[in-house]
């Protein structure tokens, strides 16, 4: 079967930094996505792992690691606007992307 | 500005009537896809293609949903009857399947918000 747990809702302040876990079990496994939604909104990519290790985006990075089956978001210097749900998605190798429940996260100033 | 579109934006139907979703992919992309998308389950893969083949349709009820693509600009999602347990958003997604590239993004579009009465 194929699983994928992240938090249900974190809650931070303004330029705080937060981090938002997931943990896997799939079959196929290829890499792991990062996407943003915000209420009423369409899922926007935010970052993906095909390899161990961390990925940087400005503010954001995307931690990987396959021998754990656990990656992360970490969001740098919160800012209100940041306050979105947020889903990890395991890529198969079929190109499939199967997404998480997503957590919510609101920014407090 | 490339970028997925679908129409229509909001559908209300009565239930037991047809109802059609249009997607157009970002032109160059060989992988399309169709979710739908509900408070109680999350987002859900409903059926994907890669090149116009369908590659993988488990996600969707196959008495009632079907999804083609009749070139490469244009997917269609069908339920026909619709029930109301299908009022949900639906998503197309388009995306660039490349194996000699370690990165992989999905471009999704605004979605048709469906409420079937």
């Known amino acids: 079967g194929q699983s994928l747990e992240q938090p249900s809702e974190v809650t931070a302040v303004e330029g705080a930094i937060v981090q938002i876990n997931c943990t896997y079990q799939?079959?196929?496994?290829?890499?792991l996505s990062w996407y943003q939604q915000h209420d009423g909104g369409a899922p926007t990519f935010l970052s993906y792992?095909?390899?161990?290790g961390l990925e940087e985006t400005g503010r954001f990075s995307s931690f990987l690691s396959r021998s754990d089956s656990y990656g992360y978001l970490l969001l740098q210097e919160l800012q209100m606007k940041d306050s979105a749900s947020y889903f990890c998605?395991?890529?198969?190798?079929?190109?499939?992307?199967?997404f998480g429940t997503g957590t919510r996260l609101q920014v407090f100033p | 500005d490339a970028r997925v579109t679908q129409t229509p934006r909001h559908k209300v139907t009565e239930m037991g009537q047809e109802v059609t979703m249009r997607c157009q992919p970002i032109?160059?992309?060989?992988?399309v896809f169709w979710y739908r998308q509900t408070m109680m389950q999350g987002l859900e893969l409903l059926a994907y293609?890669?090149?116009?083949?369908?590659?993988?349709d488990s996600g969707m009820p196959k008495d009632r949903f079907s999804a083609e693509m009749p070139d490469a600009t244009l997917a269609t999602l069908k339920i026909q009857p619709s029930e109301p347990r299908d009022s949900a958003v639906y998503f197309c997604?388009?995306?660039?399947?490349?194996?000699?590239?370690?990165?992989?993004?999905?471009?999704f579009g605004p979605g048709t918000r469906l409420t079937v009465t």
């Open positions: 293609f890669r090149n116009r083949a369908p590659l993988d």
């Open positions: 799939t079959s196929g496994f290829y890499g």
């Open positions: 997604a388009s995306g660039l399947a490349d194996r000699f590239s370690m990165g992989y993004e999905q471009y």
């Open positions: 792992n095909g390899l161990d």
């Open positions: 032109l160059g992309h060989n992988t």
């Open positions: 998605a395991v890529r198969t190798n079929t190109d499939k992307l199967i």
